[in-house]
């Protein structure tokens, strides 16, 4: 960190104001008096050269904008979302969950659609497929599918999408 107003000990110093100017060679308290009656702190920017560089501007702005530049664009973490139905599930709520699912294909994260079967389901693994069929199909505006309709263990079909490029 370069020095800053008070711990400017050399004296004289050449002053640059907030605008670039030169002001020219000055004693350090007269220096610090002027940009404390303009609320801008006296920061040494060359203290190498003879006599000393200080420049007059606002210290935590100039911070605040360095990191903003060097912090640069955030990208989004890619997620897997998991959505769970029944093959009993009623079609209001399917709608509510493809909804759900074009939400989050909109974030850029990857959907899981999972058709869970239970006792006497597990004889309609059809009605499972034509559901998670269904379901991809409403979404494919805006989801590709990278994992067809498939059982994964005993009791559960999924199907898996990931974002269009578009």
Known sequence: MPRMN?????TPIRVVNADGEMLGEMETDKALEI???QGLDLVEV???ARPPVCRIMDYGKVIYQRTKK??????HKTQLKQLRLRAK????????KVNKAREFL?????VKINVMFRGRENAHHDRGREMLEEIVKSLEDVALVEQH???ES???MSVLLAPSAK
């Open 6 to 10: 008070d711990r400017i000990r050399i």
């Open 35 to 37: 940009a404390q009656e």
């Open 154 to 156: 005993g009791r559960m």
């Open 70 to 75: 060097t912090g640069g664009p955030k990208h």
């Open 89 to 96: 599930t009623g079609q209001h709520d399917i709608d509510v």
């Open 106 to 110: 909109g974030r850029r994260d990857k």
């Open 149 to 151: 309709p498939r059982m």
């Open 46 to 48: 060359s203290p190498e």
